[in-house]
C-alpha cells in the first residue's frame, strides 16, 4: 500500500463493542483508554496479566479466555491485535479488514488500517499526536511531541481559548 499520511479522527466508542486481541502488556496499556471512552471491551486470549484480570473481576472488561477465531469480531466497531504472534496478529487484521473494522496492529503499524496516536489531556483538549510517514512512525518521537505541547498548554505558552472568527466569503480567483 502506498505511504498516505493518516486522516486523523476522534473515535467515539460508547457503548460499541471493541475487541482486543491478546492479554498481554500491550494490551493492558491499551484497555484503560478504551474503558475511559466507554467502549465495551471484550479480550480474546488464553492468558491475561494481573491487571487486566483485576479489570475482569470489577465487571469493566469481557474476557474470552481461549484463542481467537474469526467470530470474536463480528459486531466491533474497532479492533486491537495485540498478541506476540505475528500470525494472529495478521489473521485478526485479515478479518477485521473483510468486516470493514479499524484495527490497530501492535507488531507492525504499516498492516494496520488505524494506528494509536500519542494522547494526552489538558482540561477539555486531547491531543494526539501521530507519525504520518513511515520514517516518523516512532513512538518515543510522537510522546515528546505530545509532551511539549501539554508543556505548553499547562504554563500557558499556548492557549486553548476560542477564536472567535469573523464569518465571511473568501474569493479564490479574479474571474
Known amino acids: 500500500m502506498t505511504d498516505f499520511p493518516t486522516y486523523p479522527s476522534g473515535l467515539r466508542l460508547a457503548g460499541r463493542k471493541v475487541v482486543v486481541v491478546g492479554g498481554g502488556h500491550v494490551a493492558q496499556r491499551r484497555i484503560p483508554g478504551l474503558i475511559a ?3 465495551v471491551v471484550h479480550v480474546v486470549s488464553p492468558e491475561i496479566t494481573p491487571a487486566i ?5 470489577s465487571d469493566e ?3 474470552v479466555a481461549r484463542d481467537f477465531e474469526d467470530a470474536d469480531l463480528t459486531g466491533a466497531w474497532y479492533v486491537i491485535a495485540a498478541t506476540a504472534d505475528p500470525g494472529v496478529n495478521a489473521r485478526v487484521t485479515e478479518v477485521a479488514e473483510s468486516l ?3 484495527c490497530v496492529r501492535s507488531d507492525d503499524a504499516h ?3 488505524a494506528w494509536t496516536p500519542a ?3 489538558h482540561g477539555a483538549v486531547t491531543v494526539a499526536v501521530l507519525g504520518d510517514r513511515r ?4 513512538s518515543r518521537r ?8 501539554l508543556e505548553g498548554l499547562q504554563n500557558g505558552e499556548l492557549d486553548t481559548a476560542a477564536v472567535v472568527r469573523t464569518p465571511g466569503v473568501v474569493l479564490i480567483g479574479g474571474g
Request: proline share 0%; hydrophobic share 40%; glycine share 12%.
Open 100 to 102: 470493514h473494522t479499524f
Open 61 to 63: 472488561i469481557t474476557w
Open 111 to 113: 498492516a494496520s488500517s
Open 119 to 121: 494522547v494526552g489531556r
Open 142 to 149: 510522537t510522546a515528546a511531541v505530545r509532551d511539549r505541547i
Open 135 to 138: 520514517e516518523y512512525r516512532d
Open 53 to 57: 484480570e483485576g479489570l475482569v473481576g
Open 37 to 39: 471512552a466507554g467502549a
